[in-house]
């Protein structure tokens, strides 16, 4: 073995005699080779520190100074000059390492020329070929007939000549490029190959780019390719995106080529031109930041000339959000503002990719928020300043009516963290200009100031819990046109007084072979609230709000503050619950709960039905989570009156593994007061790969076979017997490629429905080929737990391939 430390000269040594014998000539190399200045010195060598973790990448100072080993059969030269190893010559510095049949190193000039069998495996990348010249830690030099494998992604090929630019950099000439895994088969050939004159590696970049090639598919050419760039790992990178082609009725074909600029870490933009045969062309970008202190994106759209209009069309959207403290306190900035040119928008571009923006999400929304708010927060006080402005995309054929905007909102709140005798209270005041189309109202646009105090004082135990709370309201209308009564303006103050009360009782039980702990608690709530006529006033950001369990325990039954229901009722309650009494975890979960009114209800929006009953619905419900891998959640609001269920829904959810996953809903109402038309829906999601249907449970596809997948999901009306939703594909995952095809059928309104097929080739580490969309946003959007058959790839480390 040959020791060579670069260090400054070196004190003159005496001269060493070759040796005769090979076994000779190995000990005075490894003699001679001794820093004789540090054996001078005497001192002792530093004891051995512990290291946490072995290093992935060494510093260049440390690499610098890295020691250089040789070995083989014979060894012949002369020390710190240079040696010559015959028969399976070996060379190692720092995560460096050559393999030949015969080598010979030139030590002041770190520089080693091999031939015969040559391999290098440089921090886990390998090379193989005939003739190598190179700087070893420089790592620049040509090798020739090579091969190679990257450890990042596994990619490997070969080429005529390597020629390495430093640690980082190369060029590949007259290469392949593949991530298929090579069999021991002869006649292997890779699924996918890149073929090219030249291919350019930039590790550090992690980028590769190919000039004059041509893309294989199952040894059929299917994409000439003048210049392209790919990953060689997950690292973002600029350049062109796959490009996304489609057929449409409407637009004819469709092309969009999107190109990627990853501007900083922190900070890219996607630009996407694309042509429509029958329509024009558009261009498409997307912004987006990520700061310590704030966030957003920016958006837009443009098509001049649009001949299916026969009008310009754009569109645009921003949302930021930040928070930046100043010496009086934190101050925020919230937007979320999306416009459009025209009305038809939402249904001329709800299937285009990057229809809005540049974004991968369907525009079919037909309300666009104008959303900003200033919020100010310190210690116990906060105040917000908001003003919402709504774009209505409307349909002749099915209008809707606009949400009021606010312009302004200005809302303050207090709430102190300490208060004496252990009470808790808070403070809100509140102004709201709103104003709305007076085409759909018949009510007056307004001024609305409210205020709302609480207080209340919970009494807190192991064994239960008392919570009583007095509540004040107060609101003040001015009102740009007359009431019915002639009145512009109005007042209403009305307190609320609520009493909440639980216990919890605790036991150790056994179920099926399984000890938990089982809790009972009941659960009492009280509130009372006096009646006030109400029913001139108008309703602007007010509704009724839904009967579960969350809003069964609350004082008010309307969300908003334009009405305030005049409540005389006790809700009573009950959940019992298994936990693991290890973990804690919630193996089951059964309650119900019923309210009983003690007068009828008076105040109900406009054109509601009072309630009289006595006793509400029964509300049932049950959560089990038996195993990891089962789960069932289910509601029920009976009518005891009727002897009938109101509504039912049942979701139940088997995830055994990754990829594997079912999901079933069942979801049925009656006409009640909040809804009217009956429905009932039965919902269907899956993930399944179909070899576990013949008992076929591999964790990943092998070389010689691949592993198809079902997904989709389902939406079904029983009630008027048809499918509303379907979205159904297949997945096939071979070691080096991914291929989906997925039919979407959307329902956008009672008379309008909207179908496209996609089908995608994902070449795994090189790019994906979409025709008619990107099949993987739509799974994403709509296949419940859907997951990426390649999301839980991990970045191998060096050592996973020492040699």
Same mark, same amino acid.
């Given at each position: 073995?040959?020791?060579?430390?670069?260090?400054?000269?070196?004190?003159?040594? /005496?001269?060493?005699?070759?040796?005769?014998?090979?076994?000779?000539?190995?000990?005075?190399?490894?003699?001679?080779?001794?820093?004789?200045?540090?054996?001078?010195?005497?001192?002792?060598?530093?004891?051995?520190?512990?290291? /946490?973790?072995?290093?992935?990448?060494?510093?260049?100072?440390?690499?610098?100074?890295? #020691?250089?080993?040789?070995?083989?059969?014979?060894?012949?030269?002369?020390?710190?000059?240079?040696?010559?190893?015959?028969?399976?010559? %070996?060379?190692?510095?720092?995560?460096?390492?050559?393999?030949?049949?015969?080598?010979?190193?030139?030590?002041?000039?770190?520089?080693?020329?091999?031939?015969?069998?040559?391999?290098?495996?440089?921090?886990?990348?390998?090379?193989?070929?005939?003739?190598?010249?190179?700087?070893?830690?420089?790592?620049? *030099?040509?090798?020739?007939?090579?091969?190679?494998?990257?450890?990042?992604?596994?990619?490997?090929?070969?080429?005529?000549?390597?020629?390495?630019?430093?640690?980082?950099?190369?060029?590949?000439?007259?290469?392949? &490029?593949?991530?298929?895994?090579?069999?021991?088969?002869?006649?292997?050939?890779?699924?996918?190959?890149?073929?090219?004159?030249?291919?350019?590696?930039?590790?550090?970049?992690?980028?590769?780019?190919?000039?004059?090639?041509?893309?294989?598919?199952?040894?059929?050419?299917? @994409?000439?390719? !003048?210049?392209?760039?790919?990953?060689?790992?997950?690292?973002?990178?600029?350049?062109?995106?796959?490009?996304?082609?489609?057929?449409?009725?409407?637009?004819?074909?469709? &092309?969009?080529? #999107?190109?990627?600029?990853?501007?900083? !870490?922190?900070?890219?933009?996607?630009?996407?031109?694309?042509?429509?045969?029958?329509?024009?062309?558009?261009?498409? *970008?997307?912004?987006?930041?990520?700061?310590?202190?704030?966030?957003?994106?920016?958006?837009?759209?443009?098509?001049?000339?649009?001949?299916?209009?026969?009008?310009?069309?754009?569109?645009?959207?921003?949302?930021?959000?930040?928070?930046?403290?100043?010496?009086?306190?934190?101050?925020?900035?919230?937007?979320?503002?999306?416009?459009?040119?025209?009305?038809?928008?939402?249904?001329?571009?709800?299937?285009?990719?990057?229809?809005? *923006?540049?974004?991968?999400?369907?525009?079919?929304?037909?309300?666009?928020?104008?959303?900003?708010?200033?919020?100010?927060?310190?210690?116990?006080?906060?105040?917000?300043?908001?003003?919402?402005?709504?774009?209505?995309?409307?349909?002749?054929?099915?209008?809707?009516?606009?949400?009021?905007?606010?312009?302004?909102?200005?809302?303050?709140? &207090?709430?102190?963290?300490?208060?004496?005798?252990?009470?808790?209270?808070?403070?809100?005041?509140?102004?709201?200009?709103?104003?709305?189309?007076?085409?759909?109202?018949?009510?007056?646009?307004?001024?609305?100031?409210?205020?709302?105090?609480?207080?209340?004082?919970?009494?807190?135990?192991?064994?239960?819990?008392?919570? #009583? =709370?007095?509540?004040?309201?107060?609101?003040?209308?001015?009102?740009?046109? /007359?009431?019915?009564?002639?009145?512009?303006?109005?007042?209403?103050?009305?307190?609320?007084?609520?009493?909440?009360?639980?216990?919890?009782?605790?036991?150790?039980?056994?179920?099926?072979?399984?000890?938990?702990?089982?809790? @009972?608690?009941?659960?009492?709530?009280?509130?009372?609230?006096?009646?006030?006529?109400?029913?001139?006033? #108008?309703?602007?950001?007010?509704?009724?709000?839904?009967?579960?369990?969350?809003?069964?325990?609350?004082?008010?039954?309307?969300?908003?503050?334009?009405?305030?229901?005049?409540?005389?009722?006790?809700?009573?309650?009950?959940?019992?619950?298994?936990?693991?009494?290890?973990?804690?975890?919630?193996?089951?979960?059964?309650?119900?709960?019923?309210?009983?009114?003690?007068?009828?209800?008076?105040?109900?929006?406009?054109?509601?039905?009072?309630?009289?009953?006595?006793?509400?619905?029964?509300?049932?419900?049950?959560?089990?989570?038996?195993?990891?891998?089962?789960?069932?959640?289910?509601?029920?609001?009976?009518?005891? =009156?009727?002897?009938?269920?109101?509504?039912?829904?049942?979701?139940?959810?088997?995830?055994?593994?990754?990829?594997?996953?079912?999901?079933?809903?069942?979801?049925?109402?009656?006409?009640?007061?909040?809804?009217?038309?009956?429905?009932?829906?039965?919902?269907?999601?899956?993930?399944?790969?179909?070899?576990?249907?013949?008992?076929?449970?591999?964790?990943? !596809?092998?070389?010689?076979? *691949?592993?198809?997948?079902?997904?989709?999901?389902?939406?079904?009306? @029983?009630?008027?017997?048809?499918?509303?939703?379907?979205?159904?594909? @297949? %997945? &096939?995952?071979?070691?080096?490629?991914?291929?989906?095809?997925?039919?979407?059928?959307?329902?956008?309104?009672?008379?309008?429905?909207?179908?496209?097929?996609?089908?995608?080739?994902?070449?795994?580490?090189?790019?994906?080929?979409?025709?008619?969309?990107?099949?993987?946003?739509?799974?994403?959007?709509?296949?419940?737990?859907?997951?990426?058959?390649? %999301?839980?790839?991990?970045?191998?480390?060096?050592?996973?391939?020492?040699?």
């Amino acid at each position: 073995m040959l020791l060579h430390r670069p260090r400054p000269s070196p004190p003159s040594s /005496p001269p060493c005699l070759p040796a005769r014998h090979a076994l000779a000539r190995l000990a005075a190399l490894v003699l001679c080779g001794a820093p004789l200045g540090a054996l001078a010195q005497q001192e002792p060598a530093p004891p051995l520190q512990s290291s /946490p973790a072995l290093q992935e990448e060494l510093p260049p100072l440390v690499r610098a100074q890295q #020691p250089v080993f040789v070995r083989g059969d014979q060894l012949s030269g002369q020390p710190d000059i240079e040696a010559t190893i015959e028969g399976n010559a %070996e060379l190692r510095r720092g995560d460096t390492l050559i393999h030949a049949d015969r080598m010979h190193y030139d030590v002041p000039a770190d520089r080693a020329r091999a031939s015969g069998n040559v391999r290098i495996n440089r921090a886990g990348n390998r090379y193989a070929g005939s003739l190598l010249d190179m700087e070893v830690d420089a790592f620049h *030099g040509f090798f020739n007939e090579a091969s190679y494998r990257f450890l990042a992604n596994g990619a490997h090929g070969e080429a005529s000549r390597v020629d390495f630019i430093d640690r980082d950099h190369s060029v590949v000439h007259e290469a392949t &490029y593949t991530t298929c895994e090579r069999t021991d088969e002869a006649s292997w050939q890779p699924d996918w190959v890149l073929r090219a004159r030249r291919i350019e590696l930039d590790q550090a970049e992690e980028v590769g780019r190919a000039e004059g090639g041509v893309l294989e598919f199952k040894g059929v050419p299917i @994409l000439p390719v !003048p210049s392209i760039t790919f990953p060689l790992s997950d690292k973002r990178k600029s350049g062109l995106l796959p490009p996304t082609v489609g057929l449409d009725t409407v637009s004819g074909v469709e &092309y969009a080529q #999107p190109y990627y600029w990853n501007i900083a !870490p922190n900070r890219d933009a996607t630009i996407t031109p694309m042509l429509m045969t029958r329509r024009g062309v558009s261009l498409a *970008g997307e912004f987006r930041y990520l700061e310590p202190t704030y966030s957003g994106e920016l958006g837009a759209q443009y098509m001049p000339g649009d001949r299916l209009r026969d009008r310009d069309r754009w569109a645009w959207r921003s949302q930021h959000n930040g928070v930046f403290d100043t010496p009086v306190g934190g101050v925020g900035l919230s937007l979320n503002i999306r416009r459009v040119s025209d009305d038809d928008y939402w249904r001329d571009f709800t299937q285009r990719g990057s229809g809005f *923006g540049g974004t991968q999400t369907q525009l079919a929304e037909r309300l666009l928020p104008g959303d900003a708010s200033l919020n100010w927060g310190r210690n116990d006080h906060s105040v917000t300043l908001r003003t919402l402005k709504w774009q209505t995309l409307q349909d002749p054929f099915a209008p809707i009516a606009p949400p009021y905007d606010r312009l302004p909102q200005l809302h303050w709140r &207090y709430a102190p963290n300490q208060l004496p005798a252990g009470l808790d209270a808070s403070v809100e005041a509140d102004y709201t200009h709103f104003s709305a189309d007076r085409r759909f109202y018949a009510q007056p646009n307004a001024r609305r100031s409210y205020a709302l105090a609480q207080v209340s004082r919970p009494f807190l135990a192991p064994a239960g819990f008392i919570t #009583p =709370k007095l509540q004040l309201h107060a609101t003040s209308y001015e009102f740009d046109a /007359p009431l019915a009564n002639g009145q512009r303006s109005a007042t209403r103050t009305l307190p609320t007084f609520s009493l909440d009360s639980g216990l919890v009782f605790e036991r150790d039980a056994s179920f099926f072979g399984r000890g938990f702990l089982q809790t @009972l608690e009941p659960r009492a709530f009280y509130t009372y609230t006096p009646y006030r006529d109400q029913s001139l006033l #108008p309703v602007y950001d007010t509704a009724a709000t839904d009967f579960n369990f969350a809003s069964i325990y609350t004082e008010n039954a309307f969300g908003g503050n334009d009405r305030l229901a005049d409540n005389n009722l006790l809700t009573l309650g009950v959940t019992t619950r298994l936990l693991d009494p290890d973990s804690g975890a919630e193996a089951a979960r059964f309650g119900l709960a019923q309210r009983l009114r003690f007068s009828d209800q008076r105040v109900t929006m406009p054109g509601g039905t009072p309630a009289t009953d006595r006793l509400s619905d029964v509300l049932l419900g049950a959560g089990i989570n038996w195993t990891p891998q089962w789960s069932l959640d289910s509601t029920v609001q009976y009518n005891p =009156k009727d002897g009938r269920s109101m509504r039912t829904t049942v979701g139940a959810r088997y995830s055994p593994g990754a990829y594997r996953t079912v999901s079933a809903a069942y979801r049925a109402q009656k006409v009640t007061d909040l809804i009217t038309e009956p429905s009932k829906q039965l919902d269907v999601g899956w993930q399944w790969p179909l070899n576990d249907l013949w008992g076929d449970r591999r964790s990943a !596809p092998s070389q010689d076979a *691949g592993r198809w997948y079902s997904v989709g999901r389902l939406n079904y009306s @029983l009630q008027d017997r048809k499918l509303v939703d379907t979205v159904v594909g @297949l %997945e &096939y995952e071979s070691c080096c490629w991914i291929g989906r095809v997925v039919l979407e059928r959307l329902q956008r309104s009672v008379t309008s429905s909207s179908t496209r097929i996609m089908f995608q080739l994902e070449f795994i580490g090189l790019s994906r080929l979409s025709l008619g969309a990107n099949p993987l946003a739509s799974l994403r959007q709509h296949v419940p737990r859907y997951q990426y058959l390649r %999301e839980n790839v991990t970045q191998p480390s060096r050592f996973t391939q020492y040699d």
